[in-house]
């Protein structure tokens, strides 16, 4: 009798993710890439396969070590390896989300839920948002987003965005998320780092923003963790500064910026070690552990 | 102003060009001479309005106000139309 290859489970070779407004699917390739590009995008997972995706992703081994990625049949990245490829995909899904969003004022602002009200940290890249976002979910907050947030106009409720954290080696390792074989250079040390990884529960619902906190990671630690009060006019500026999609809303989001920055306690935060940046924040606030 | 939208947050005036996709941030003095920018009051006639709330620094508030006409103009915060007669 021949042999058959039994056939796939459709959930083996096919998963389904929604980022905000975008929907899309990633398709079997490589059977590494794909497990790993899943376990990167599992917070984004849907149940249920949409109607039609936006866009049908693929990570195909090329070499031993190159992966290329396909995006409805156009290879658009040539990565050096299919981990460089997993990244590479992560980053193009939130540009993607950020594109196909355009309903929502979009902030570079990564976000997590305290008691109900969501706490907004708007930064530019580098500025460490995701690693004090980091600090806060390990410290009980609910994670909703760590660089788009994603706010409805005419509510100004945050609504989730809960992708794995971009956390590099560094901020990995100050937070207490690498183990000691990773330490020593066992095994590659992906930058990203799913939301799970940081508490039992961590996610959080969509909720209306009552604190901004705008961070400023010093590493070097000169200052040590400082904390300053802004005027609302002062947020004001930071917050158009780092909007996203400003130019699509026009002056209605002029509009829903300013009724954030007046009904929002908003700070700065200058901090060396995000476990105590976090810890002073929510001391401040009232939501301390 | 057309195509301008304006929203006032304690003492900064923020204007949206919504044809520029631009924001500006107007100090208070700005702010005044901006209102004042109506394409009918001259600069001169601006400037002796505001000097007149600020009489004992009448002259500087005359250079202030031609300053912020031009860096107004400059920016497109205000149109050359509407500026028109407070330009010349």
């Known amino acids: ?289 | 102003m057309p195509d301008m939208t304006r929203v006032s947050v304690e003492d900064s005036l923020f204007v949206y060009d919504e044809r520029g996709k631009r924001f500006f941030v107007l100090n208070t003095s700005a702010a005044a001479v901006y209102d004042a920018v109506d394409g009918q009051a001259s600069a001169a006639e601006i400037a002796d309005r505001l000097a007149a709330l600020h009489p004992e620094q009448a002259d500087a508030v005359r250079r202030d106000v031609a300053f912020a006409i031009e860096g107004l103009l400059e920016l497109g915060v205000v149109a050359e139309e509407a500026a028109g007669a407070a330009g010349t």
């Open chain 1, 1 to 289: 009798m021949p042999a058959t290859a039994a056939p796939r489970r459709p959930d083996r070779d096919r998963a389904t993710f929604a980022a905000l407004g975008f929907r899309f699917c990633l398709v079997e390739a490589d059977s590494w890439a794909f497990e790993a590009a899943c376990a990167a995008l599992a917070p984004l997972r849907v149940g249920t396969p949409p109607v039609s995706d936006d866009a049908r992703y693929e990570i195909r081994a090329v070499s031993p070590r190159r992966a290329e990625i396909v995006v409805d049949g156009t290879a658009i990245h040539l990565a050096a390896e299919p981990a460089e490829a997993v990244e590479w995909l992560l980053w193009h899904v939130n540009q993607q989300a950020a594109m196909r969003s355009s309903r929502y004022l979009l902030l570079h602002a990564a976000a997590v839920e305290l008691g109900g009200r969501a706490l907004v940290v708007p930064g530019s890249s580098g500025a460490g948002k995701s690693t004090i976002c980091a600090a806060f979910v390990q410290a009980g907050a609910g994670y909703l987003t760590d660089e788009l947030t994603a706010l409805v106009p005419a509510t100004t409720t945050v609504v989730p965005f809960a992708k794995s954290l971009h956390l590099d080696h560094r901020s990995q390792r100050a937070l207490g998320l690498l183990d000691a074989r990773r330490e020593r250079g066992d095994a590659a040390v992906p930058d990203h780092v799913a939301p799970s990884a940081l508490a039992s529960h961590p996610a959080g619902g969509p909720c209306v923003p009552r604190w901004i906190v705008f961070p400023r990671h010093d590493p070097g630690g000169g200052t040590g963790t400082e904390l300053v009060r802004l005027t609302a006019a002062d947020a004001l500026v930071e917050l158009l500064v780092h909007s996203v999609n400003l130019d699509r809303h026009g002056g209605k989001g002029l509009e829903v910026m300013a009724e954030l920055a007046q009904a929002c306690r908003c700070y700065r935060l200058t901090y060396a070690d995000a476990g105590d940046g976090a810890k002073v924040v929510l001391s401040e606030i009232g939501a301390g552990p």
